[in-house]
């Protein structure tokens, strides 16, 4: 049934977007972290007794499909984040601007497709706080970036750290929501390569590594990337913003969409976080509507 477990600490995969990987701990109290999995074996899991804490890493559609399984478990989240699992407009509203036209479908999405039911927190996180189920105990950790409420959680029993969606792929961070913020990010990424683990276990891709420091400084090194290769085609010449977007820096010239989800308009929020602390650093400069090369 599980596709890793270690004592009482278990990991389901679950499948392409708008799907995430859960993790279970089934000890004397019980809990879910990111029900969207697996419907079938989490259902089964519910079903071996009852789960105490619903826990969500942070509020993104993709992390709350299967929430709605268990109405009667202790919903915890950061306070962050824990104004968009009561009210689908306001986690809407996250993904920036947007037509109404856009907004419809979103919210026809999220509420069809993802199951949405607004829910209110019970138990909120924050990094100084320790969970204890029994012989396993969790510490939480305040990892903000992704969203300002982002958290991971380590166990140090077990020597697992879940990194929540800070997900080691190749692709790297997301930051494209309002409120996410590469600073953030990066500061987060540098605490977790701290943790002493054996485990990494991740919500989206491979999902269950080796514990290698060098895996998160790999998935840091992206963002660096990224502005490296935005400063390398400003020293070719000012750049409109839509002509920087178009270079595809972040997805690819050609993003692909998912469901409601546009890539392109996630190039265009994150491209504009990188001009803001570039802007920020005087490597980039603004002159009329062009960007160009500072330093």
Not at 222 to 244: A, M, S, V, W, Y
Request: proline fraction near 4%.
């Amino acid at each position: 049934m599980y596709d890793f477990e270690k004592e009482s600490v278990k990991f389901i995969r679950g499948g392409r977007y708008p799907f995430c990987h859960s993790v279970l701990i089934d000890d004397q109290t019980r809990a879910v972290i990111d029900a969207a999995s697996d419907r079938e074996k989490l259902t089964a899991f519910k079903n071996q007794g009852l789960v105490d804490y619903l826990i969500n890493t942070h509020a993104h559609e993709d992390h709350l499909v299967f929430n709605f399984l268990f109405p009667k478990s202790k919903f915890c989240a950061h306070p962050e984040d824990a104004p968009h699992f009561a009210c689908l407009d306001s986690l809407i509203d996250c993904y920036g601007d947007m037509s109404e036209a856009d907004h419809k479908k979103w919210h026809a999405f999220i509420e069809e497709e993802c199951h949405f039911h607004p829910r209110k927190v019970d138990l909120f996180l924050d990094g100084r706080m320790t969970l204890n189920f029994g012989k396993t105990r969790m510490e939480v950790i305040h990892a903000p970036g992704h969203t300002r409420g982002h958290c991971a959680f380590y166990f140090p029993g077990e020597k697992i750290l879940f990194l929540g969606d800070y997900d080691l792929t190749r692709t790297g961070p997301y930051y494209g929501d309002r409120g996410s913020s590469i600073e953030d990010s990066l500061q987060s990424l540098e605490r977790l390569k701290g943790y002493e683990a054996e485990t990494y276990l991740t919500g989206h891709g491979k999902g269950i590594y080796e514990a290698d420091p060098a895996l998160i400084d790999r998935y840091l090194q992206i963002i660096h990337l990224r502005e490296n290769n935005l400063l390398e085609l400003l020293k070719n010449g000012p750049k409109t913003f839509d002509q920087i977007v178009k270079e595809g820096i972040i997805y690819g010239k050609d993003p692909a969409s998912l469901g409601p989800w546009d890539f392109l308009i996630s190039e265009r929020v994150m491209i504009a976080k990188h001009l803001s602390r570039l802007l920020n650093q005087g490597r980039v400069l603004k002159e009329g509507n062009f960007f160009v090369f500072g330093r």
